[in-house]
């Protein structure tokens, strides 16, 4: 073997003369300031953990490659969907929400379920989660959201208090909630999991056309979820449990495969569906009825290969949705909105203002930007300017630039509470109804579990939400609290 090449050294390639002894003032003397290697190793070691992410704290992730299966250029001039067959490396993170990084992977909690997609024209990142709706609508609610979901300031424990109440004076959150006490709030792994953009995004065609869309990414290894005894039994046995199936999956040679499609809607279209069922398109606690928007099918996304270091690849993978390629567009959903600052400022504070450089944010494609120095700068431009010269003829700007039109705006700039006008409910008691008897018994237990310490104010605002969105759903859940308390 090469003693050089398994030589222990320093960060600076200096090698190590004794990693077993720090240096001293005689054999029991105090330790001298100038053992480099030492300080080195304890510095390093009390730097180890970057911030924990606020949400999603806990992930697992691969890489894999995106396959595309079906033409959609006449909706997107996008590079990636430009051929059938054409392939796209991939990396994918999965995640708890609301939990810590020890944290039982088995919680009920919805799952992140974010792909970076490593195209010839930049990153696309499709951040998503595996149910198609969210609690809020507006991000300014946001932060208080997740304090209710973490841990009481006092007593630094989860509060079923705090969770209920927010849930009960936002009705909005309704939907969400009816999909996360449901069977699906405890998915069996990752790897039998839907995915979904949530968001509606848009696509722009070669024409400078838009479409409105929703991306979808369905479960090759079949939905399979776990009861809520089996979720709580394995978060004490096997508290990695998804980390563990998904890892062990892919070293098999198993390789977990999703479809993945979209929902298109075409301006007049959501004009007329807006009108027809009162519903905003960009409502992030709803979701396009496929009756009214059928999933067409794009591609294949396989994950085939495990990261060789988890800290490397998936602690330190830095998605946002501001992150769109040409022939990819956004909306005015205002929890998009939100969220193009909030996830790049976050990376900014969690990994450092040069995080796009780590191998595993790196785009696959040139780099020119005038961005320079800051910590951790390794590829920080060389000779070249750090200024981009002004264009003294203008440049006759149109939209959004790649050919993106824009959007049309209309109204006075200013603050809406929607609450008075939304529908809260019906796509709730939607969800409720195409449960089987079974699910709804299992939908109405957990729930009440989940309920049996609120106050009696809380528990009756709560009830009066599931009562509106289907009268059997109230008395359900009404009934198992007086069942729970006996």
């Known amino acids: 073997m090469d003693d ?8 600076s390639g200096i090698p190590v003369a004794d990693n077993q002894n720090s240096l001293s003032a005689g054999r029991t003397g105090p330790l001298l300031l100038q053992d480099a290697h030492l300080i080195e190793k304890l510095q390093h070691f009390n730097r180890e953990r970057i911030p924990e992410r606020v949400v999603h704290a806990k992930g697992s992730g691969a890489f894999g490659i995106f396959t595309v299966t079906h033409d959609i250029s006449a909706y997107t001039k996008a590079g990636l969907f430009g051929a059938v067959g054409k392939q796209t490396p991939t990396f994918a993170r999965f995640s708890t929400v609301g939990g810590e990084r020890g944290s039982a992977d088995t919680e009920r909690d919805p799952r992140g379920f974010a792909v970076r997609f490593y195209t010839d024209e930049g990153n696309w990142d499709l951040v998503g989660n595996n149910t198609p709706m969210f609690f809020i609508k507006d991000p300014i609610k946001f932060p208080d959201f997740v304090h209710t979901q973490k841990r009481d300031p006092q007593t630094n424990l989860k509060s079923p208090r705090m969770m209920w109440d927010f849930w009960s004076r936002a009705p909005e959150s309704l939907h969400q909630v009816t999909m996360l006490f449901s069977d699906r709030g405890t998915p069996d792994g990752y790897r039998h999991m839907d995915g979904f953009g949530g968001h509606t995004f848009s696509l722009i065609s070669a024409r400078g056309e838009r479409v409105w869309v929703k991306w979808h990414l369905k479960t090759q290894q079949g939905v399979k979820n776990l009861s809520a005894a089996e979720a709580v039994r394995l978060a004490g046995a096997d508290p990695d449990y998804a980390q563990r199936d998904l890892f062990a999956a892919i070293a098999r040679g198993e390789f977990p495969r999703w479809n993945v499609s979209v929902q298109v809607m075409r301006e007049e279209e959501r004009l007329a ?12 606690t709803k979701v396009w009825p496929h009756a009214d928007f ?24 830095a ?14 959903d205002k929890m998009l909105q939100g969220r193009l600052f909030a996830y790049h400022d976050a990376q900014l504070y969690r990994v450092g203002t040069n995080h796009q450089q780590l191998p595993v944010n790196r785009p696959r494609c040139p780099v020119h930007h005038q961005q320079r120095d800051g910590a951790m700068a390794f590829a920080n431009g060389g000779a070249s300017t750090n200024y981009a010269a002004v264009n003294a003829q203008g440049t006759s700007p149109r939209g959004f630039g790649h050919g993106d039109p824009g959007w049309t705006l209309d109204g006075v700039a200013g603050r809406y509470d929607s ?12 969800l409720y109804r195409i449960l089987s008897a079974s699910q709804q018994g299992n939908l109405v237990h957990n729930i009440a579990g989940a309920m049996a310490g609120v106050s009696t104010e809380i528990r009756e605002r709560q009830l009066a939400h599931f009562a509106r969105a289907d009268g059997a759903y109230g008395a359900g859940v009404r009934a198992a609290l007086a069942k729970a308390r006996k």
Do not use: C, I
Request: no cysteine.
């Open 294 to 317: 059928p999933r067409l099918p794009v591609g294949q996304l396989e994950l085939n290969r495990n990261p060789d270091n988890y800290h490397g690849d998936v602690e330190q993978v």
């Open 319 to 332: 998605f946002s949705p501001a992150n769109v390629v040409p022939g990819l567009g956004l909306s005015p």
């Open 419 to 430: 609450r008075a006008t939304d529908d809260d409910v019906t796509q709730a008691g939607n």
């Open 4 to 11: 050089k090449a398994t030589q222990l050294t320093t960060a």
């Open 273 to 284: 569906w807006e009108t027809r069922t009162n519903w905003s398109a960009f409502d992030l």
